[in-house]
């Protein structure tokens, strides 16, 4: 991570990397307060109409708001542990981005796929006697 920033922030002068820390920070916050109100705003308009709850004020939308987010999961995952490098990798390892395995997926379907969907069809038929018949026209 230090190299990223290293290098990003390579050609820019001193008072550029205050602008963007102070920019962000503007950011930040202007967000902060924006979810604040949307969520106070929400649940003054639904919640006291539909189950007879009382209203919010700002601060206490924005405590829900972060309750919300540290129980749903929100800051970082979900409660998941994320000491070990080696499970993070392996989580990477078998996300179903990775598209690897798929390079056989041409050759299986060449290969075997017309049998297998006709055995599915008939399985189909035998389940549901009076089934579908457009799984047959295929």
């Keep these: ?14 008072i550029e990397i205050v602008g963007i820390i102070v920019f962000g920070a503007i950011a930040i916050t202007g ?3 924006l979810f604040g109100f949307v969520i106070m705003w929400l649940w003054n308009w639904l919640m006291p109409d539909i189950f007879g709850l009382t209203t ?3 601060w206490q939308a ?3 708001f ?3 987010k540290l129980l749903l999961g929100g800051c970082g ?7 070990s490098r080696k499970e993070r990798k392996e ?13 056989h997926y041409d050759n299986f379907w060449k290969e075997e796929g017309d049998e ?23």
């Excluded at 995952?77 to 994320?82: E, I, S, T």
């Design 56 to 58: 919010l004020t700002y």
């Design 31 to 33: 967000l902060a307060i």
């Design 62 to 64: 924005v405590g829900l």
């Design 77 to 83: 995952g979900g409660g998941r542990n994320k000491s």
């Design 1 to 14: 991570m230090k190299n990223f920033f290293t290098h990003k922030f390579r050609k820019k002068s001193p």
């Design 91 to 103: 989580c990477k390892k078998d996300s179903k981005s990775d598209f690897s395995k798929w390079k």
């Design 116 to 138: 297998f969907y006709k055995q599915y069809v008939e399985r189909q038929a035998q389940a549901n006697p009076g089934g579908s018949p457009d799984l047959e026209s295929n």
């Design 66 to 68: 972060i309750l919300f």
